[in-house]
């Protein structure tokens, strides 16, 4: 079965950086779009980031040039470099790829920046 599993969450203060990873299993990663989202506390879930099967990506607007997302096909993972971080970034962050009709979610890791 298809399980995503991040990791990489914690606590920063604004200005500092973190790397999440997310580490997939059960389906062939390599041909698959992996996404990133996020969730602030009493928002909805927002897309923050996709990498393609060609290791094309893609940004929402609020993290361009501060986020980078990347993959590694012989690992199975996919990872969100976030640099800059400010506190509108707290949130928890998820794991996303759609196959066959369904989304699969990781069940997040948190993003806490102070300032």
């Known amino acids: 079965q298809v399980q995503l599993v991040e990791s990489g969450g914690g606590l920063v203060q604004a200005g500092g950086s973190l790397r999440l990873s997310c580490a997939a299993s059960g389906f062939t990663f390599s041909l698959h779009v992996m996404n990133w989202y996020r969730q602030a506390p009493g928002k909805q879930r927002e897309w923050v980031a996709t990498i393609n099967s060609g290791s094309s990506p893609s940004y929402a607007d609020s993290v361009k040039g501060r986020f980078t997302i990347s993959r590694d096909n012989a690992k199975n993972s996919v990872y969100l470099q976030m640099n800059r971080l400010k506190p509108e970034d707290t949130a928890v962050y998820f794991c996303?790829?759609?196959?066959?009709?369904?989304?699969?979610w990781g069940k997040g890791t948190l993003v806490t920046v102070s300032s």
């Open positions: 996303n790829t759609f196959r066959y009709g369904i989304n699969y």
